[in-house]
Nanobody, 115 residues
Framework: QVQLVESGGGLVQPGGSLRLSCAASRSIYSFNAMGWYRQAPGKQRELVAARTLGSLTNYADSVKGRFTISRDNVKNTVNLQMNNLRPEDTAVYYC?????????WGRGTQVTVSS
């Protein structure tokens, strides 16, 4: 059973930064892709950023230029650096991993952007 555990969420003021991490219970290189999704109250879950095994990246238009997805080979994590945060970035952020057969999800971490 694959486990994904998110960390790094919290409360931040507009314009601030947070770094989310997703720790996987098996090698991050065993997945075809890993990424971050978010879900705000009353809204559907949406893709924020994803990175394939071959290092191709995909970002939601709303976060381009502000968020960066990366891998940490030593810690076996996938990270999301979030800069210049806005109130509309407030949501629960979920880590996702995919292999050829399955889709895995973490439990989520809350990010709140408010003054």
């Amino acid at each position: 059973q694959v486990q994904l555990v998110e960390s790094g969420g919290g409360l931040v003021q507009p314009g601030g930064s947070l770094r989310l991490s997703c720790a996987a219970s098996r090698s991050i290189y065993s997945f075809n892709a890993m990424g971050w999704y978010r879900q705000a109250p009353g809204k559907q879950r949406e893709l924020v950023a994803a990175r394939t095994l071959g290092s191709l990246t995909n970002y939601a238009d709303s976060v381009k230029g502000r968020f960066t997805i990366s891998r940490d080979n030593v810690k076996n994590t996938v990270n999301l650096q979030m800069n210049n945060l806005r109130p509309e970035d407030t949501a629960v952020y979920y880590c996702n991993a995919r292999d050829g057969e399955n889709d895995y999800w973490g439990r989520g971490t809350q990010v709140t952007v408010s003054s």
